[in-house]
Antibody, heavy 121, light 107 residues
């Protein structure tokens, strides 16, 4: 079945790095634009980053531009988020989600279960 | 950046009530507007896409309307399982943005 499974979350000190992974299965990965969305404790949803189906185009929220890097490996069906220079305000549950290429109006139809990142000294 | 303003942010309603949530965009986004439902500790679930199309498997009591800058999500008869937080999102342009959310609670 269609599945997105995030991993790599944990507790990290401010200024340190963390790499999140999202393993996908059950669909043709290269047919989808992929995204990371986060949710701080008790807060709403926030878009973090997106990557085109072949990986050549990357998009970032202003709050993470220059610190985070999104990437994908279509041969391994994997999505990644490299997070550097982490700040306390990056503390959140991080979700990966998909949007079918050419059908952005259809929204993010499948989401992972989320992985928790806590940035604290 | 396109701002999405959802109202109300909190709504108290009873089972069987008709509920309407509004999402206003700071500039025109055609029909690139979707609605999600989120329950505590769970990932968001897509309800409506392209402003008014019901996602497969979503009950018909949910409906969406609007285009341009004003959109609505309507639940025709609120059921116990509908108590949750609802978010709108625009996919018209980057950065993608979400509304602030509407929490629907039991009266």
């Amino acid at each position: 079945q269609v599945q997105l499974v995030e991993s790599g979350g944990g507790v990290v000190q401010p200024g340190r790095s963390l790499r999140l992974s999202c393993a996908v299965s059950g669909f043709t990965f290269s047919g989808y634009t992929m995204y990371w969305v986060r949710q701080a404790p008790g807060k709403g949803l926030g878009w973090v980053a997106g990557i085109s189906y072949e990986g050549s185009n990357k998009y970032y929220a202003e709050s993470v531009e220059g610190r985070f890097a999104i990437s994908r490996d279509n041969s391994k069906n994997m999505l990644y988020l490299q997070m550097n220079s982490l700040r306390v305000e990056d503390t959140a549950v991080y979700y990966c989600a998909r949007v079918e290429v050419g059908y952005s109006s259809r929204g993010m139809d499948v989401w992972g279960q989320g992985t928790t990142v806590t940035v604290s000294s | 950046d396109i701002q999405l303003t959802q109202s109300p942010s909190f709504l108290s309603a009873s089972v069987g009530d008709r509920v309407t949530i509004t999402c206003r965009a700071s500039q025109g986004i055609s029909s690139y507007l979707v609605w999600y439902q989120q329950k505590p500790g769970k990932a968001p679930k897509l309800l409506i896409y392209a402003a008014s199309t019901l996602q497969s498997g979503v009950p018909s009591r949910f409906s969406g309307s609007g285009s341009g800058t004003e959109f609505t999500l309507t639940i025709s008869s609120l059921q116990p399982e509908d108590f949750a937080t609802y978010y709108c999102q625009q996919l018209n342009s980057y950065p993608l943005t979400f509304g602030g959310g509407t929490k629907v609670e039991i009266k």
